[in-house]
């Protein structure tokens, strides 16, 4: 516990006893108690004019009073954080209390000195936050294919290897939540998933997200998809935000593969890229469904500029021309990643075509990738610190 008292200001819902809350917070020496308002209807003049660093909200279960409170503390004090003491976790509360601005919730009874570490981190986490607000994130790559089958996967897992071979932090999101197969193609075993993370309950920072981010041997980190299709409902696109600003917070870039269509997940998740990777492949029901991914893109007022397009396969024979492919889809190709036998080997084997025949045209194609998204990256960002892509040309291999 630190030297520093936490300075708190107790507000009680109905049928909470504080004597209750006051023999779990009275035990920890490194809370100071500045206030205890028993009326939340009438608490918002105490609330404004309180000097606490934070506010606890104590309630029973759900409520909606609770939630109302939660939501104009927030607004009012937007750098005071606010965490909530409950005796119980209904279905749904706590969900809308993360929602209405809450940064942490603790579950009583509980430990004083659990209880005081929870709050030391929800203290930092603010500050830190605060300190950073000006400071540009690493970016994100969203790998898209609104067909399935067209090489999402395979695009993902070798940029992400490629980036990492360059020294870089780079962590990959496995956002086909229901059929995710990240594992596989990286050799890597799911002990601990997305779901695992959203189970654990409480706010995200930088420390929790490592325990729950597998570890490849190139150094890329990632960050798995459920095991079972049931496991889906319970990542919203509320936990998601949250997720890719720690995410992006943490590393120098982070790619997420994407489930085919535009769930609203994967819509979640354009929102917040800084690029996006279409794949196609060389046949027709592939190409048209790029077009219609591309001008969907272009509906939700994506940046044209921010999106490359991506070729998979493109030297098969059959019967589809480059012309061919520009006039279906309305744009030329800027990477085409060739057909290879050793491709569909190295995925079966769990090594990425970079690592497994780096000499490969296939290699050479990823590498090549990557290499736009740096391009893209400085050119949008000149004056970019060396966090994010701006670095990866240091010692990088075309």
Not at 15 to 31: H, M, Y
Request: proline share 5%; glycine share 8%; with cysteine.
């Amino acid at each position: 516990m630190t030297s520093t008292r936490i300075r708190a200001l107790v507000a009680l819902d109905r049928d909470v006893n504080w004597k209750d809350i006051e023999q779990t917070l009275s035990r920890d020496d490194g809370i100071e108690v500045v206030g205890v308002l028993d009326d939340l209807d009438d608490a918002w003049e105490a609330i404004d004019e309180s000097r606490a660093e934070l506010l606890l909200l104590a309630c029973s279960g759900y409520s909606d009073r609770a939630l109302y409170v939660i939501d104009g503390a927030v607004q009012r004090r937007p750098d005071r954080p606010v965490v909530v003491l409950t005796e119980s976790s209904p279905d749904g509360f706590l969900r809308r209390v993360f929602e209405a601005g809450a940064e942490d919730v603790i579950t009583l009874p509980a430990r004083p000195e659990d209880v005081g570490f929870t709050l030391e981190k929800v203290l930092a986490r603010k500050r830190g936050s605060t300190a950073g607000a000006g400071l540009s994130s690493a970016p994100l790559v969203c790998v898209l294919g609104p067909k399935g089958g067209t090489g999402k996967t395979l695009v993902a897992t070798n940029l992400a290897v490629a980036m990492a071979a360059r020294r870089q932090r780079v962590v990959l999101v496995d956002l086909d939540l229901q059929f995710g197969d990240l594992g596989l193609a990286l050799g890597l075993s799911p002990e601990k998933t997305i779901y695992d993370l959203v189970k654990a309950g409480g706010s995200l920072d930088q420390e929790k997200l490592d325990g729950f981010l597998a570890k490849h041997p190139s150094g890329a980190r990632v960050l798995m998809a459920p095991t079972r299709p049931d496991q889906a409902s319970v990542i919203t696109v509320e936990f998601l935000r949250d997720l890719y600003g720690v995410l992006r917070s943490m590393s120098d870039v982070v790619i997420v593969d994407t489930p085919p269509g535009f769930t609203p997940e994967v819509i979640a998740s354009i929102d917040m890229s800084t690029h996006v990777c279409m794949v196609g492949m060389l046949d027709t029901l592939s190409l048209k469904n790029t077009k219609l991914g591309l001008e969907t893109l272009d509906l939700m007022g994506y940046d044209p500029g921010d999106v490359t397009l991506i070729l998979n396969r493109a030297d098969s024979r059959v019967g589809i021309t480059n012309d061919d492919v520009s006039a279906i889809v309305g744009r030329v190709p800027q990477v085409r990643i060739p057909s290879d036998r050793a491709i569909p080997r190295s995925v079966n084997e769990g090594t990425p075509i970079v690592l497994a025949h780096e000499r490969s045209s296939a290699a050479r194609a990823f590498r090549e990738l990557a290499d736009i998204f740096i391009r893209e990256h400085e050119a949008k960002n000149p004056d970019a610190s060396t966090n994010g892509f701006r670095k990866l040309l240091v010692g990088g291999r075309a």
